[in-house]
């Protein structure tokens, strides 16, 4: 599988090596991974060592004195460049994303083309110095300097959009990264950053594949300036731990558990497609699709009879496959996870009105599962399923259920969907979350920031809030004369 970029330049993807100073590298142990449409192995990709490690952050170490000194334009220029190189590889990295992710292809092309208006987006953020005080006498102005090198931590649910968002907002802001994709889905950020070689100096943008011992030597490295993080929030506590022994600037994404609040004054039949697409895109597998479902008992019961009818239409299958929309979990851990949340369907007799159990296959398959009316103590509704599995609770009072909404340590995303605006607003309102839609969820976009509350992250990426996280605030205070 070999495609053209734009420039003339190729990707093939049939092999994958690390990137350290735009070489490709190799290393004496390998591992693959696993295409959890049929589980068999994916091709060999690098084992990284300390070594590795240490070679790269000193090939960024030494890039960034000269890459810092760039101007904005010149980074632009060269980011836009690899946008370019991106959409035209976007078959190749769209087949490899549904090879190692198992999210259906169709669903693999949207990713990939937003990964070229992301480095686009992002990049045309304005970062300018701001004035805080001029006068005859003095000038105080508060810039904003790259921090250094900075380790982006991929997870296996998007590995295009967030690495690529990661290395965007990098080398935008002047600093030089390391990626680390997962281990589950190395592929495409192995390419991503193949790919960049050609557009950016030696040792700007690198990437390094590993096992699970490779994250700790990103986060407790001296050298590395910043970390910016997605996955899960246990592991983000570590992380966050590891970062601290050397002061890291540290961004967090975490897990979410996202309440979706449905007044009884919806069009039912306008919203459950929206509804049913927003719950289960790339099998759940996303912190921010909707993960806890209310709706007002006035409507509860025909809301749920359209809802199961719609979701059923919903062909699960191989992410190569025709019309498929449930390509299966991606690896074996979270299909066991799912198995172990989906017992609790019985132990705590729970009602599924759709789906319930989970089937053996060739593939980590799981056809999506819908739960009536579960209590709010019970699994389904407490935990982050990572997998097709839907409670949907009624409610009644508007102040009680914004508590049960709020209830969660976590607060990634939430959503009102009513007709009357200003009672969704006043809703809305009182969401104790990261990000808040209105009549939509899951709208995202480069320069609009997006970040967690409470257990969902610390900081946010994109936006320019994002851009200036990987940056130093910096003071100057600047007077005529001495």
């Given at each position: ?338 198995k172990d949340l989906f017992s609790s369907i019985s132990t705590e007799n729970l009602k599924a009105a759709l789906g319930g159990s989970i089937q053996d296959s060739t ?120």
């Amino acid at each position: 599988m070999t495609k053209t970029t734009a420039t003339g330049q190729t990707l093939d993807f049939s092999t994958y090596s690390n990137v350290i100073n735009n070489q490709l590298t190799t290393t004496s142990e390998t591992r693959t991974g696993i295409n959890p449409a049929n589980t068999k192995p994916n091709p060999p990709v690098p084992v990284s060592t300390q070594k590795d490690v240490d070679n790269a952050v000193a090939a960024a170490r030494a890039a960034f004195k000269g890459w810092s000194k760039t101007s904005f334009e010149e980074r632009r220029k060269a980011l836009h460049a690899y946008a370019d190189a991106l959409d035209a590889n976007a078959d190749g990295f769209a087949q490899t994303l549904t090879m190692e992710q198992g999210k259906p292809l169709t669903q693999s092309s949207v990713e990939v083309g937003m990964a070229g208006m992301w480095v686009r987006g992002l990049s045309s953020i304005e970062i300018a110095d701001k004035i805080l005080e001029s006068t005859t006498e003095r000038m105080i102005v508060q810039r904003h300097t790259p921090l250094g090198v900075v380790g982006a931590i991929v997870p296996w649910n998007f590995p295009v959009l967030l690495a690529v968002g990661k290395i965007a907002s990098a080398v935008y802001t002047g600093n030089t990264v390391i990626v680390k994709p997962s281990p589950f889905t190395p592929y495409c950020g192995l390419k991503l950053v193949e790919l960049a070689a050609k557009f950016f100096p030696p040792g700007v943008v690198q990437c390094l594949s590993g096992d699970d011992t490779l994250g700790p030597m990103f986060t407790e490295h001296p050298e590395i300036d910043k970390i910016s993080f997605t996955g899960s929030t246990l592991t983000g506590k570590r992380v966050m731990a590891s970062c601290a022994k050397t002061l890291k600037r540290v961004t967090l994404e975490l897990g979410g558990n996202d309440p979706a609040i449905i007044c009884d004054d919806v069009d039912i039949d306008a919203i459950i497609p929206k509804i049913g697409i927003l719950s289960y895109l790339c099998s759940s597998q996303i912190c921010m699709m909707i993960k806890r479902l209310y709706v007002h008992e006035k409507i509860y019961d025909q809301f749920l009879e359209k809802l199961v009818a719609f979701v059923k239409t919903l062909k699960v299958g191989a992410g190569t496959d025709a019309d498929t929309f449930f390509g299966p979990v991606q690896n074996q851990m979270q299909f066991d996870k799912a198995k172990d949340l989906f017992s609790s369907i019985s132990t705590e007799n729970l009602k599924a009105a759709l789906g319930g159990s989970i089937q053996d296959s060739t593939g980590y398959y799981i056809h999506p599962t819908i739960i009536d009316n579960p209590p709010e103590t019970s699994r389904v509704v407490q935990e982050e399923p990572f997998a097709p599995i839907l409670p949907v609770m009624k409610w009644s009072d508007e102040d009680d259920v914004i508590a049960r909404a709020n209830a969660l340590e976590t607060g990634l995303g939430s959503s009102v969907w009513s007709k009357d605006f200003g009672r969704a607003k006043r809703i809305a309102d009182q969401l104790e979350s990261g990000i808040v839609w209105v009549n939509s969820h899951f709208d995202v976009l480069p320069n609009v920031p997006y970040g967690g509350h409470k257990n969902s992250g610390m900081g946010v990426e994109w936006g320019l809030t994002g851009l200036l996280g990987y940056c130093n605030s910096q003071t100057q205070w600047l007077k005529m004369s001495p």
